[in-house]
């Protein structure tokens, strides 16, 4: 069963960081695409897996995003000539959604959004904003410090153990430029990252204690003025990199206690959109405790559907083009996984986190799906295949450029040249 999208109503997938190679965004392109929605998106270049994939009807690309409303505005309304239709954004990454609901007003000469209040996209995505939100509506969390200097650094680590987890307070403001969530498995390491760190400057860290347990997912769509609810929840089975990273491997399961601790937050700050959660079932006293919530779609949000065909991102298509819901459902046993994730993994030896027999439990699924192979879009596929193995190549051959092993092959490249010669 498929719902009944109103061709009418265009999307636009808005990215605004750095990731050419996106999978999330090629499935809201598919998702919708496949039921007859013309679908544009911005892009980083013309060659990223997304503009190539059959279901695209145009790419804009932006070599640069904007770095400020006026800009920002200004480049959303060059989308919209072309477009010339009211069209439906779908923010794909934290900032994107942060722009969006900032400049709502200026955009709604031309755009469609979800009825969220203009600064709570912001204070979700900010990592410290929202440990403080958490905290007073009364959500279980991870403990978390936003250090201000060295010495809080030192007071947390003699109040928790290791490992501990570092992330940027904002995904679009990565910490050195390098990482946005890492693992840290001992206080060396841990004051060795901080100890020339900026504590004055605009990259925030965050610290949180690293919760023993399993990683559970809840994915929704809300219209807090409708009183609209569908929420998705499943199991992170596999992750990539591991403990702190993207789900390479997972199953979607209904989870009632989860479900209802996820909404109680979104009603509480009357949440309207799509949203992506991050939870963990602490195994020291079984509690669902919330690790992030990002404001827009999620990488995997094709885990999810429930028995009417609908996914998070057809249910907001359904209800900003003026069209019910039907709220059937989730369909439990959905395995989605990440060929590129699932690859590397195994390059760099880092299948641990869950195993076949940890998916076991739950196997066999009712139905299973790729995040980039399909048979009837077979390019993006292709493209992502060549942009992951160069950057591979990149990596190894930076490597080897700081290895003793590069120079071990040099000399002995010399030595073999030599005795040729002679």
Not at 130 to 148: K, T
Not at 162 to 177: G, I
Not at 340 to 350: E, T
Request: proline share 7%; aromatic share 10%; charged share 20%.
């Amino acid at each position: 069963m498929q719902p009944n999208l109103d061709p009418k109503y265009p999307a636009l997938i808005l990215k605004m960081s750095r990731t050419p190679i996106h999978h999330g965004a090629l499935g809201v392109a598919r998702t919708l695409g496949k039921l007859g929605v013309p679908v544009y998106a911005v892009v980083e270049d013309a060659y990223t897996p997304l503009a190539r994939s059959r279901y695209l009807t145009k790419a804009f690309v932006w070599e640069s995003c904007p770095t400020d409303p006026k800009s920002f505005v200004k480049a959303m309304s060059l989308i919209a000539e072309v477009i010339a239709r009211p069209t439906i954004i779908v923010p794909m990454d934290d900032l994107s959604a942060v722009s969006v609901a900032e400049n709502a007003a200026s955009l709604a000469r031309w755009f469609i959004v979800p009825p969220v209040p203009s600064q709570l996209p912001r204070q979700l995505a900010d990592k410290a904003c929202f440990h403080v939100l958490c905290a007073d509506i009364g959500i279980p969390l991870a403990r978390s410090v936003v250090p201000q200097s060295i010495d809080d650094v030192r007071a947390f680590t003699e109040s928790t153990g290791f490992p501990v987890v570092v992330k940027a307070a904002e995904q679009w403001l990565p910490l050195k430029d390098t990482f946005v969530t890492k693992l840290i498995k001992t206080p060396e390491q841990l004051f060795n990252l901080c100890e020339n760190y900026n504590y004055e400057g605009s990259q925030r860290l965050i610290i949180q204690e690293h919760i023993p347990g399993e990683d559970w997912i809840c994915h929704g769509y809300y219209n807090s003025n409708k009183n609209i609810n569908v929420t998705f929840t499943g199991r992170k089975l596999r992750s990539y990199p591991p403990d702190a990273g993207s789900t390479a491997l997972g199953l979607s399961l209904d989870n009632e206690t989860l479900r209802c601790v996820s909404e109680k937050l979104l009603k509480a700050v009357a949440y309207s959109g799509i949203i992506d959660m991050d939870w963990r079932k602490d195994e020291r006293d079984g509690q669902y405790k919330i690790l992030d919530c990002n404001p827009r779609v999620g990488q995997n949000f094709r885990m999810f559907e429930n028995g009417a065909g609908i996914d998070v991102v057809r249910a907001q298509h359904l209800d900003l083009s003026g069209r019910n819901i039907d709220n059937a459902a989730p369909i439990g046993g959905r395995l989605f996984r990440v060929e590129s994730f699932y690859a590397l993994a195994f390059l760099r030896r880092l299948p641990r986190g869950a195993s076949k027999q940890d998916a076991s439990k739950y196997l066999p699924p009712k139905s299973r799906e790729l995040a980039w192979w399909s048979s009837d879009d077979p390019v993006p596929f292709l493209m992502m295949s060549i942009r992951q193995f160069t950057r591979v190549l990149g990596r190894l051959l930076g490597f080897l450029r700081f290895s003793p092993l590069r120079s071990r092959l040099a000399r002995l490249c010399s030595r073999t040249t030599i005795a040729a010669n002679t």
